[in-house]
C-alpha cells in the first residue's frame, strides 16, 4: 500500500495565478493524481479514501493506493 499526503491548493506563500506557485508545485485536481498513479499499476484504495472523506480532514489531503510490484527484467 502507498499512503501519501498532496497539496490540493496553492501555499500562502505562492504568488498569485497566473504566476507559476514556488511552494507547492505541484497542484492538481484528484483525477490527475489518480491517472498518475495509475499508469504505474497503483488502483485508489476506495474504502480508505472514504474513511477519511468521511472524517473531512480539512487540512490536508489523503491519497490512499494499493500498488503492484513491478519486476524490472
Known amino acids: 500500500d502507498l499512503f501519501l499526503t498532496i497539496a490540493m ?3 500562502g506563500f505562492d504568488p498569485p ?3 507559476k506557485p ?3 508545485l505541484t497542484v ?3 483525477r490527475w493524481w489518480d ?3 495509475a499508469a504505474h499499476g497503483c488502483a485508489v484504495n476506495v ?3 472514504a474513511l477519511f472523506e468521511k472524517r473531512q480532514y480539512h487540512k490536508a489531503t489523503f ?3 494499493i ?3 513491478h519486476r524490472r527484467p
Open 9 to 11: 491548493k496553492r501555499s
Open 17 to 19: 495565478p497566473p504566476a
Open 22 to 24: 514556488k511552494i507547492h
Open 28 to 30: 492538481m485536481p484528484r
Open 35 to 37: 491517472a498518475i498513479f
Open 47 to 49: 474504502p480508505v479514501r
Open 63 to 65: 491519497f490512499p493506493y
Open 67 to 69: 500498488c503492484k510490484q
